[in-house]
Nanobody
Framework: VQLQASGGGLVQAGDSLRLSCAAS????????MGWFRQAPGKVREFVAA????????LYQDSVKGRFTISRDNAKNMVYLQMNSLRPEDTALYYC?????????????????????WGQGTLVTVSS
């Protein structure tokens, strides 16, 4: 599967952005999806993940209550709605796909579990 992330930009603290990730291929629902980010000079970190069906989500503690991950399997899309953005949210954001082998699979925060990665989309939050 190929992934294409978009929607990044320059915003002010407190603003909102919605990131989108378009996936190619007919088996999008066979993948759990995740968003990760990497700030300059830092390691890539988990942000949010969603199960294949969309009914289970997982978030990093620092984004809980501010970010929402969702997906539309009919459109092969996954989204990250980011509200109340902070300067520390500034990073390159990546979407990733993890192939699942059981329908009961839960979304994962470990980047090594993911099989495919898109290119990043840059989010810059000014104070």
């Amino acid at each position: 599967v190929q992934l294409q992330a978009s929607g990044g930009g320059l915003v002010q603290a407190g603003d909102s952005l919605r990131l989108s990730c378009a996936a190619s291929g007919p088996t999008f629902s066979s993948y759990a999806m995740g968003w990760f980010r990497q700030a300059p000079g830092k390691v890539r970190e988990f942000v949010a993940a969603i199960s294949w069906s969309g009914d289970t989500t997982l978030y990093q503690d620092s984004v809980k209550g501010r970010f929402t991950i969702s997906r539309d399997n009919a459109k092969n899309m996954v989204y990250l709605q980011m509200n109340s953005l902070r300067p520390e949210d500034t990073a390159l954001y990546y979407c990733a796909a993890e192939y699942i082998v059981v329908w009961s699979h839960k979304p994962q925060s470990d980047p090594q579990k993911y099989d495919y990665w898109g290119q990043g989309t840059l989010v810059t939050v000014s104070s």
